[in-house]
């Protein structure tokens, strides 16, 4: 049988997770950077740097995609690029528009210009939906936050159906919080595992929200099963939530500390017209759940506590 090629734009980390995943199914798995880097810290740590192949892509030249293509011939390409952080949007709103959306957009234009049978998946944030009581599914609807990052990703995600419509094998992978010991440090749960761990008190916003989180070494074992699917859209969620509070509560209680005496609310911290609770649906990965028995076993307190282990 011949080897499958993946090809992933960007380094960051559910990228990693994944290239190790299929790496295990026997893939040639091929990465792309703005620019080549000596180490990739995400592949040094899971130890695949050696078993992956960097090369070089600007994602803004249709002339550069077309030359990868046509070299590689992947069979799936998952475009991980993309300016992530919602407040650093503000500042960077040039680079989120043409990382989250132009990049994407020209991808999926030469996919259909060379008639290819590729499969392409879009990672996307379930920050583009509204939630109803809180919970979010595909069929919620569309947020008109002016947010650019979300801005950015809305627009991905509805050409990513519109190409859909016209024969291009896409998909829409949204996604919750995906934590994992690559986690930047300043994200809660990792931010609050190493302060409890060192037993330093920690400066926080708004605790009372809730959110839906889930660990990446299982989130790419469900991403790798949706490659033998047809095309969707599909939202990638545990469907239990957590509070800041707990998260803070839980990592303390690792290191047998009263949280309460550890931690500072500080407002500057505090987001504009944060949501409450956004958690998944429940049902959001039924079709994958249904065909591969594969669900999510990592979250809430589990998940805090796996994140302190590794700290």
């Known amino acids: 049988m011949k080897k499958k090629t993946t090809l992933i734009t960007g380094s960051g980390v559910i990228g990693a ?6 790496l295990k199914k026997k893939h040639k798995i091929i990465v792309t950077s703005r620019y080549i880097k000596k180490n990739y810290k995400n592949y040094q740590f899971l130890k695949i740097q050696k078993k992956v192949q960097f090369i070089k892509l600007n994602i803004l030249s249709k002339n550069n995609i077309s030359k990868v293509l046509e070299k590689y011939s992947p069979d799936n390409i998952f475009y ?30 030469i996919l259909k210009k060379k008639k290819l049978k590729t499969k392409f998946f879009k990672a996307n944030s379930a920050y583009i ?22 801005k950015s990703q809305i627009k991905a995600f509805k050409i990513i159906r519109l190409y859909r419509k016209k024969g291009i094998n896409c ?18 749960i990792k931010k609050a595992c190493i302060h409890a761990k060192y037993k330093k008190k920690i400066n926080v916003g708004n605790i009372k929200t809730v959110r839906d989180y889930s ?11 949706l490659t ?12 239990y939530g957590i509070s800041g509070e707990q998260i803070i509560k839980f990592a303390y209680k690792e290191n047998k500390l009263n949280y309460k005496k550890y931690f500072k609310i500080n407002n500057n911290l505090f987001r504009r017209n944060e949501v409450k609770t956004m958690i ?17 076993n990592t979250f809430g307190k589990k998940l805090v506590k796996k994140m302190f282990k590794s700290i």
């Open 280 to 296: 998944g649906s429940k049902n959001n990965t039924n079709i994958i759940k249904n065909n591969f028995k594969w669900k999510l």
């Open 215 to 225: 660990w990446a070494p299982e989130i790419v074992k469900g991403v790798y099963f």
């Open 129 to 150: 939906f509204y939630s109803k009581n809180g919970i979010v599914s595909i069929k919620s609807k569309i947020s008109n936050n002016q947010n650019p990052y979300i």
């Open 17 to 22: 997770y994944l290239a190790k995943e299929l």
């Open 80 to 109: 991980f690029s993309g300016q992530s952080s919602i407040a650093k949007s503000l500042k960077l709103k040039k680079s989120t528009f043409n990382s989250n959306f132009l990049g994407a957009k020209n991808f999926l234009i």
């Open 171 to 188: 998909y829409n992978l949204i996604f919750f919080q995906v934590e994992s010991p690559l986690r930047a440090k300043d994200f809660l």
């Open 228 to 239: 033998k699917l047809s095309p969707c859209d599909i939202i990638f969620s545990s469907g």
